[in-house]
């Protein structure tokens, strides 16, 4: 059984910094694809980042050049190093794996103060 566990989400300035990570068991961070949604009140889950098992990454227009998704291979984790954040980027993020199904976290609250 997959298990993903986000952590790092918090309140913070715009124009700050954050750090989340997706804990996974129950599967390789290194052979499958992982992703990072997230979802503001009121709107869908969008995509935000994804890194493939052979490691491509692709980012949604709005986090280009300021988000950056990456993994640690031993410690299982992928990591989403988020930077010049705006009050836009305020959501709920959460990690997903697609294996033979779909898994996904419990989500981690990222605030963007004005």
Known sequence: QVQLVESGGGLVQAGGSLRLS???SG???RF???SWYRQAPGNQRELVA??????TTNYADSVKGRFTISRDNPKNIVYL????????DTAVYYC???????????????????
């Open 22 to 24: 997706c804990a996974a």
């Open 27 to 29: 599967s390789s961070v």
């Open 32 to 34: 499958n694809a992982v």
């Open 50 to 55: 994804t890194i493939s098992g052979g490691g």
């Open 81 to 88: 190093q988020m930077n010049s954040l705006k009050p836009e």
């Open 96 to 114: 997903n794996m697609v294996t033979l199904h779909n898994y996904w976290g419990q989500g981690t609250q990222v605030t963007v103060s004005s």
